[in-house]
């Protein structure tokens, strides 16, 4: 290939640096606003780099607002929710790759058009069941579909992967005496790491992420996660500061803010590598 | 020992709990909530049948639903090309041959897995008009900014610009697609004098048109179920939600307020049927119409 003009690179870098300064820009905004004063917020025009940068707001939103409640909360709600879909999932995908029975793929193909259904339409009914169940404010409403398979688009995923996988190692396992379950567990799911990482990522996401469902099925405030705590809080300073949303204390918000996105980023710098490559891969072969 | 008769019961066994999660959470609930589009039901007495009037309601006297469907058409309709020509963009950027790929390439994508009620808190602070940072910077400009989120007419401009933060997905499913373009097409066509632009328009495109579907249908139906985003913005700016004046009535947010707002659970119903109508027709238009612009090899 032909070498590049200098001035082309330029161009080249400039526009990733200014690309990426706006891309951070509104976490570099949370952060900085989350280490100010109030009355650095308030002042007009608000300062723009807090003077000395008060530590202290992650210790007062985190005892003061009991908001390691609702960090412990989504921590449980997420790790439920992950263990329950990598214990049904990983055998789902198993049956539909390696199992032969009749309809296979009919029913397959079922549990794939629900990832066109909206939650919209099973919500209503859902939340009338569970209510029914008397399982409204518990974390069930939240847990149990997980633990049901509720991942379908990780088991389409997961099977994809264990596909491509000689049947002929099934063959010498079962040969050896081993069971199914020792095969996936032992065999399978080993060889399909990046795989199960990539569904792992999703799940946590997903349910770290999800303000919708517990929005619905929590009420009682010790329950709630994060994404709902935050908005609780938010309009909880609303009704203090009389509604005024100049008054707002945006330092505790951002601080709150920063608690809920920190564990995804962090999560994303450990695997980003292959949970992206696993997002690619997924995108031009589906 | 491996007979047919072990396959099956492995399969039921394995599979059982996902068939089994498929009936109670999606096959049901979906035939019940059919069910309840025809019916009155408010909770508090049992469904009653009431034939098509929950669709009339809607189609001829329940101006909140209309409100509801321009405002997320017009999002889907700006916000869906706008994110993927972003998305395009910086994928040709970094498709170049640049020093630490892949950290840019995990800095672009990062904003698409953060939780959305947090960007919405977060701009929505940006964007406020009294005090926010982008009144400040217009400030330096000797420009007096307004109160965008309060305005009825920049409300949902704010979200959809919110929302173009988010093109990571589209974004790193359009480089795989580019590192599939073979190379030699390039070399051949540059040696033939083909420019930047002609090689991007008949080489490019129509190699990649394949991504460019899958990207819009995703982008097309994740911008009709907004709703995290719609809902967490009016919660921050300490407004109805939907407001001001139903410039951010998504219709998520409206079908969750008639659900679980009002309790209007037959009405709210119907609006679910009706998105999910929507997005299967959509879909496949987007498909049909695909035939005259999507190139598949061989």
Redesign the interface.
Known sequence: ?HR?HPAVTFC??A??IA??LV??L??G??VL?SLKTYPE??R???AWLPADPQWENYRTVWDGFAYYRFFLNSCFVSGMIIAGTLL??C??A???AF???RH?EL?FA??LS?L??????????????FATLGWVDTYLPLIV?A????N?FG?FLLRQFFRTIPKSFI?AA?MDGAS?WTI?WRLIVPMSLPAVLTVVVFTF?WS?????NP??YLQSEELVT??VG??YF??RA?QLTG????QQP?HL??TL?TV??LP??AV?VFV??RF?EG???G??K? | MNTRRADRLCFWLFAGPALAGFLAFSLWPMLYSLWLSFCQYEVIAPPRFIGVQNYVYLFLHDPSFWASVRVTLAFTVVQVPLALIAALAFALLLHQPVKARGFWRALYFLPAILPQAAYAVIFGYIFQGDGGLLNQLLALGGIEGKAWTMSAGWALPVLIMMSLWAFGYPMVIFLAGLQAVPRELFEAAHIDGAGAWARFRHITLPLISPVILFNLVMGVIAALKVFDLAYAFSITQNIPPGGPARATLFYGLNLYQQAFGFFHMGLASAMAWLLFLFIMVVTAINFRISRRWVHYEN
């Not at chain 1, 633990?147 to 509720?150: Q, R, Y």
């Not at chain 1, 509604?243 to 100049?246: A, E, V």
Request: hydrophobic letters at 60%; aromatic letters at 12%.
């Open positions: 290939m590049r080249l870098y526009l990733l690309g990426a891309m951070v509104p976490l905004w949370m606003t917020i308030l007009h025009p608000p049904t999932c055998p789902a198993y049956a539909f199992c032969e029975v296979k029913f079922l549990l629900t066109m259904l909206p939650a919209q339409v099973t919500v209503i009914p859902l939340f009338q069941a579909p633990w049901l398979g509720g379908v088991i063959e079962r199914e996936l996401l770290w992420n999800d303000l919708f929005l619905i994060l994404p935050l908005l938010i309009a609303e509604g005024s949303i100049g945006w918000v951002m803010a809920m996105v995804v980023i994303f980003q590598r992206i997002v690619a891969a995108g031009v589906g």
